[in-house]
């Protein structure tokens, strides 16, 4: 699974251009499912065929980043955010372009909080004439993509949040064996901008019971922390965040699942926190059971997210027992 | 009178923290379903009444109003037998210092809200409002009793238990929103279905605390060709100026808003007039605060009214209704089962 | 067209209470058989079945207010509907929707304190003033729950400049309508099975064009809006987003909508062929229809076109008439490609 995660950190995507990421997913599950197809909003949507009723799974491909609003006269960049992102925890990291043009985040006024309209990207050029040879109003840049590996099985990189969901179905796609269940295994778009592509996805294929699986929110080691989960504690079963209600019977279920295969497991009821696909998958699929299981991850949306693999590791088994052997 | 008293009670006592409406829900049904062509709960857990009209291709009537009561889940089991909660709904955080708690675990578990003793508050925190997060349950128990008995995730309710007061007012958690399921219940329960206009489905629908959602996907189920809204809106009391709020034993109220439909909405008004059922009106520009919206752009879009009761105190342990109000709304919503062609 | 664009921003149409604007787009298109929704929108198709479907889509609500309460003093208490920045709404002249004048107005600045000053007044300390003095007298003019429209004038200005309440978003309808009549003469030419939706509710976030969307069910979708800019003096380049005179502004994101990048260039493609003015806005801000139509149903790919708009949402929205025309011939265009946009392939192994 780390190599599929690598493979997918390096490959680069922000909400609503998640091509490169999504044709990496279709290559490599491919040879695994019954059927494969990209949906009006760039949700790929893979089918394996069982009997019984539907089961879907839902993973985010898109990342955070920023869009190309305007080049000034000096060759400075204008951007426009795209996702929650906190430009203080951006400031002065290395940018690069969809197109590979190489830049970095500046922040205009010394001392203050920056914000969008106070930072620009700097690629190096000394006119406009300049930038725009590189550049055009609409490009994306992204964090410049790594991965290293820590103590402990955790490694910090950028954009997990989306892709560690992405690469635990992509092995599940690949490990599994039977099911009791009709799976769909959906890679959805533009979940960072409100989850626009995940009801979309559900309204096709009206699932049953749909599970996303994300990262959330970890306490890191400081001493004030946002976030429930706890890096090694193993997979967090979601019942409730700020607005959403997980459906009971399923948290239900996943329990007992959990304690019948010894996964390691802990469970998030949240006063804070959004709802990921979750909430939009419910609603696309006009009122479907629906559940959740995150990694817990640390420092979400900055430049160092960090996880602990065995975390990762307990979420793929409990996908793979889900599979075979939640009844709907 | 006492029959609706009883009902409103009844419902009162029924566990439904949002999201977790299913089990109240079922009894529902069972208790009241005899009543009705037919009763049923989704997997949703919204619980679904239908009485059809006598008439061929009657058109479909959807009066909707919701189950579930803000409330909370048990976020952590500490040391000494104490829980952390989470919200569930916009609970007034105001009421919670030394109010009474009942958690939902195996059993029925007793608990207290902790207040702050007088020596801890400090100038800052005894002017502030309590934050969720800093709110704590003591259960008496100690940490081993209590973890074979309460689960991460086991709803917890404020009590708040139902009281007749002079007047015909009643106090009681949770009157949001069931003194409307209660006049939704005692207008169809007993109707002639011979006399009905209408299929009417009494939808007392789940999770409107928590994003309205149950209502929009039943009526995306039954699509229906109209819809009635009921929920409750704010009573006249003190700092509550008059053009944000209706009486208390005024009457229903007929809300008027850009997101409802016009003509429905005057249709509504008359019937009340020419069958002398005393009514009042809101005016909620862009935003009625209820199932409306969503039920309204559900499907390929439905024709919809919001009507409510005056309720004070809302989201507290003593909400309180007038149960004429009530019972005036039973009395518009029959007389709308009644009238063809809206 | 101009005439048709006057007439529709004369018309009394906050959301929710469109029937004047509906009226006259339901007449003007007679002969295309339009046809009503539950939720008051209006649809006219000219049919190609089994052919691609493409939406065109634009609202025919204003933003305005509505009476909530009747003061003592005869004076109307308001709320808004859509959404105003209560700064445009001091002193500004209202109609309600029976023809009764009024003007907006609070405390006079003489009265106020020095805090009271400094501070914007908000839409509780308003009030609109309709010439009663007490209740009674007021009651016989308005009811609570009756709707307000700036009353505005249409004017023409400067170079082709218009000033008008409503442009947003009559300007779309009003393109529209001539699109419709135009179109239908070519019917053979056009590769679509084409819907023209006339929306409701646009402005409250809970629009029709979501309803309409699920009843058509339509591969593309193309939006015709209008969008804010402010391209005028004292604003910072980076800032200003596009500019009045330089054609339909297309979006690729707003805070509502990423839009799909093939059919963009799609779009985009066929406009520089063809020589259409068009600009691409130099920023992400709004949001409209396009949100709900590309989320509806199976999802489907959506283009917004906007004519740039300063001071919208208040009683002098102004355009550049140029730019109507612009996005007319534009849409013209891409509906009239013969060419359909590249199609995601269902791959089944």
Known sequence: MISVLKKLVNATGISGREAQVRDLIKEEIAPYVDGVETDAMGNLIAHKKGNGKKLLFAAHTDSIGFFVTFIEKNGAIRVSPVGDIDFLAFSYSEVVSENGVKGVIISEKDGEIPKADSVYIDIGAKSEKQAKSKVRVGDFFVPVPKMTK?????????????????????????QIKETKNDLYFVFTAQQEVYSRGARVAAYSVRPDVAVAVDTTDAKDKSSVSDGNA????????????????????????????????????????????????AKALQNGAMGCLVGAISVPCANIHTSSEIIDMKDAEETLKLVLKIAEEYEI | MEKTKEILKDLCSAVSVSGHEH????????????????????????????????LENAPRLLVDAHFDEVGMLVSSIEEDGFLHISGVGGLDTRIFPAAEVTVYGKKEIYGVIASTPPHLQSEKSSKATPKMDNIIIDTGYTKEELSALVRVGDPVRLKGDFKELANGYVLSRALDDKACVCAALISLMNSDKS????????????????????????????????????????????????????????????????LTNR???????????????????????????????????????????????????????????????????????????????? | MKELLKELCSAFGPSGCVDSVRDIIVKNLSELNPTTDPLGAVTVRIANEGAPKLMISAHMDEVGLMATGITSDGCVK????????????????????????GAILSK?????????????????????????????????????????????????????????????????CAVMCTLAKNLVKVKDKIPYDLYFSFTDREELGFSGAFAAAERIKPDYAIVIES??????????????????????????????????????????????????????????????????????ACGAKVLAISAPSRYIHSPSDVVSYSDVVSIYDAVYAVITNKDLPFEQAKEKI
């Open chain 1, 150 to 174: 820590l103590l402990s099985n955790e490694y910090a990189g950028h954009s997990f949040d989306g892709k560690v969901g992405c690469a635990i179905l992509i092995e599940a796609i690949k």
């Open chain 1, 230 to 277: 706890v890096l090694g504690e193993g997979v967090s079963i979601k019942i409730k965040t700020s607005r959403m209600i997980y459906s009971p019977e399923v948290v239900e279920k996943l329990r007992e699942i959990s304690t019948r295969h010894s996964i390691k497991y802990q469970c998030e009821v949240a006063n804070s926190g959004t709802e990921g696909d």
């Open chain 2, 23 to 54: 089990a109240s829900a079922n009894a529902l049904a069972e208790k009241y379903g005899g009543y009705f062509d037919n009763a049923y709960v989704d997997k949703f857990g919204n619980c679904v009444f239908v009485k059809k009209s006598e």
């Open chain 2, 195 to 258: 006399k009905l206009a209408y299929d009417i489905y009494l939808t007392v629908s789940a999770q409107e605390e928590t994003g309205r959602c149950g209502a929009s996907f039943v009526a995306t189920d039954i699509k229906p060709d109209l819809a009635v809204i009921i929920d409750v809106n704010f009573a006249r009391c003190e700092n509550v100026t008059e053009f944000e709020s209706i009486e208390c034993g005024g009457g229903a109220g007929i809300d008027i808003s850009a």
């Open chain 2, 263 to 342: 003509r429905f909405t005057k249709a509504i008004m008359k019937i009340a007039e020419q069958n002398g059922i005393e009514y009042q009106t809101i005016c909620e520009p862009d935003s009625t605060g209820t199932n409306n919206e969503l039920v309204m752009i559900s499907g390929t879009g439905v024709r919809t009214a919001v009507m409510s009761i005056p309720l004070m105190a809302m989201h507290t342990t003593s909400e309180a209704v007038c149960i004429k109000d009530v019972e005036s709304l039973a009395d518009i919503l029959r007389a709308i089962y009644v009238t063809k062609g809206l």
């Open chain 3, 78 to 101: 308001f709320g808004c509907v859509g959404g105003i920045d209560p700064l445009v709404l001091s002193s500004k002249r209202v109609v309600s929707e029976n023809g009764v004048s």
């Open chain 3, 108 to 172: 006079p600045i003489h009265l106020q304190s020095a805090d009271e000053r400094k501070a914007r007044t908000e839409i509780k300390d308003m009030y609109i003033f309709i010439g009663a003095r007490n209740k009674e007298e007021a009651k016989e003019l308005v009811s609570v729950g009756d709707y307000f429209a700036f009353d505005s004038e249409y004017v023409e200005f400067g170079n082709g400049f218009i000033k008008a309440k409503a442009l947003d978003d009559r300007l779309g």
């Open chain 3, 227 to 296: 969008t804010a800019v402010a391209d005028i003096c004292g604003v910072a380049p980076k800032s200003r987003v596009a500019a009045l005179g330089k054609g339909g502004a297309i979006s690729f994101a707003d805070r509502a909508t990423i839009y799909d990048r093939d059919y963009m260039r799609f779009v985009t493609d066929i406009l520089e062929r063809e020589n259409i003015k068009y600009q691409i806005k130099q920023y992400v801000s709004g949001g409209n229809d396009a949100s709900h139509i590309q989320r509806s």
